[in-house]
Nanobody, 124 residues
C-alpha cells in the first residue's frame, strides 16, 4: 500500500509561483509513474502533468505547458509540481497519484493510489 500525501498548496496572487510536493508513506513509489491532477469547484477532475519512473519522460496538459514543471526525487520518494505564472483559472484542489506501471499517463484509470489533495487558490 502506498499513501501519497500532498503539501505546498495555498493562496497566491496571479503571476506568482507555488511548488507542490507529494511524498509517499508506506512502500516506495520509485518504480512507478506519477501524476498530478486537479479539480476545480463544480468541475471534473482533470489531468495536469505526469512523469515516468526515472524522471526522464514527462507530459503535461496544454493549459499548463511552459508554466508548470513536474519532477521527482526517487531518493526522497517525492514528486514535485513547480507552478509559475499562476492564473486564477489554476485555482483547484491538486491531487498526486501513483500509477500502476512505470510509464506516464494522463488517464485517471491508470493510477492506483491517490492523495487527499491540496488546495491552490490564485487571486486576481
Amino acid at each position: 500500500q502506498v499513501q501519497p500525501v500532498e503539501s505546498g498548496g495555498g493562496l497566491v496572487q496571479a503571476g506568482g509561483s507555488l511548488r507542490l510536493s507529494c511524498a509517499a508513506s508506506g512502500r516506495t513509489f520509485s518504480n512507478y509513474g506519477l501524476g498530478w491532477f486537479r479539480q476545480a469547484a463544480g468541475k471534473e477532475r482533470e489531468f495536469v502533468a505526469a512523469i515516468n519512473w526515472s524522471g526522464t519522460m514527462t507530459y503535461s496538459t496544454d493549459p499548463v505547458k511552459g508554466r508548470f514543471t513536474i519532477s521527482r526525487d526517487n531518493a526522497k520518494n517525492t514528486v514535485y509540481l513547480q507552478m509559475n505564472s499562476l492564473k486564477p483559472e489554476d485555482t483547484a484542489v491538486y491531487y498526486c497519484a501513483v500509477g500502476y506501471s512505470s510509464g506516464y499517463s494522463s488517464q485517471p484509470r491508470t493510477y492506483a493510489y491517490w492523495g487527499q489533495g491540496t488546495q491552490v487558490t490564485v487571486s486576481s
